[in-house]
């Protein structure tokens, strides 16, 4: 008897996860995104019917990124596939290019060409570090609300012919996204009206969008990359250039060492900052996008108020 009663509690242990299984995800749309912020709004709209999976997670960075053998798996099992470009993630061209005709393949540069600025390089502007041409688009469209609310413009049409049962569920989600994105989009001009016409310097130029959006006075960047250390010859070529600039702020990326940071602005009379394009040290989910941009706003404005 006891036998039978510790199979029988074993064997509702193996079928629970079953059991307790969404029945919101039951004939969901296998979707596939690659980074966290572009995945944020996927997930805003597919909520209620589905999860997209997340290719780029924690920190990592999609210019370096090797997909593993489970993602591999996943983009082979894709009803769609949402990436933003090889400008920005080139681990994906390989293997998007070998799928079979059944996945849909959103590449939001070619997508959303028209929304689209081009690279800037010249003058205070050096170039970004990695796959992109002169003129080719600059791929960090997010970074404006108004942009990615033309992303969710694009995305649930697709999504409704894809999975048309779900169809009005994600124009209604859709919608929903929308209005938050326009009172995220408000919001952060007020935030940052204050700091607008303080200049500062970015290592990385991946905040055109942002800039733009809401008038600020970035005048330039520095481009060293994580992975190497630059020596003294570059460490003073980069101080001569904030200073030339009149930057009150130097404002690196979550992969770059603090020691590093403090080692490049010494001398300068430059604060250091830490601005993040990617929300490398949040949650992947429906909030993630929001989390992320209220972040880049607050984390600007804290070290341009800096006296």
């Known amino acids: 008897m006891k036998g039978y009663v510790f199979a029988m509690v074993l064997l509702c242990c193996l079928t629970a996860p079953a059991v307790a299984f969404s029945a919101a995800e039951e004939g ?5 995104v690659s980074i966290k912020p572009i995945h944020s709004l996927v997930a805003a709209v597919m909520e209620g019917v589905g999860e997209p999976r997340l290719l780029v997670k924690g ?35 390989k293997p998007l290019a070998a799928l079979g005709g059944g ?36 791929p960090h469209f997010w970074l404006d609300p108004a942009r990615a609310a033309s992303f969710v413009d694009l995305l649930v049409p697709l999504l409704g012919r894809i999975d048309p049962a779900h169809s009005q ?17 408000e919001n952060l001009q007020r935030k940052v009206e204050p700091v607008k016409e303080v200049p500062y310097v970015v290592f990385h130029d991946a905040y055109r969008y942002f800039e733009q959006a809401y008038g600020l006075d970035a005048v330039g960047s520095i481009t060293i990359g994580p992975e ?42 430059a604060e250091k900052g830490v601005l993040d394009p990617l929300g490398a040290g949040l949650p992947a989910g429906p909030e993630t996008y929001f989390l992320l941009m209220n972040a880049l706003a607050d984390n600007l404005v804290a070290c341009l108020e800096r006296q």
């Open 28 to 32: 969901a749309p296998a979707v596939v």
């Open 59 to 93: 920190s990592s960075s999609p210019h370096s990124y090797a997909l593993r053998p489970s993602d591999a798996r996943a983009i082979a099992g894709a009803q769609l596939v949402v990436w933003v470009g090889e400008e920005l993630e080139s681990f994906l061209e």
């Open 103 to 138: 996945a849909v393949r959103l590449k939001l540069t070619d997508a959303l060409k028209e929304h689209l600025l081009p690279v800037r390089s010249g003058g205070a502007w050096e170039e970004h570090g990695h796959d992109e041409k002169h003129g080719a688009p600059d």
């Open 169 to 185: 569920r994600y124009r209604d989600n859709g919608e929903r996204l929308k209005e938050r994105l326009d009172s995220l989009r």
């Open 228 to 269: 190497r250390r630059p020596g003294a010859r570059r460490i003073f070529e980069v101080r001569e250039k904030i200073k030339a600039l009149n930057a009150r702020c130097v404002f690196s990326e979550p992969q770059f060492e603090p020691r590093l940071v403090a080692t490049v602005i010494e001398g300068t009379g």
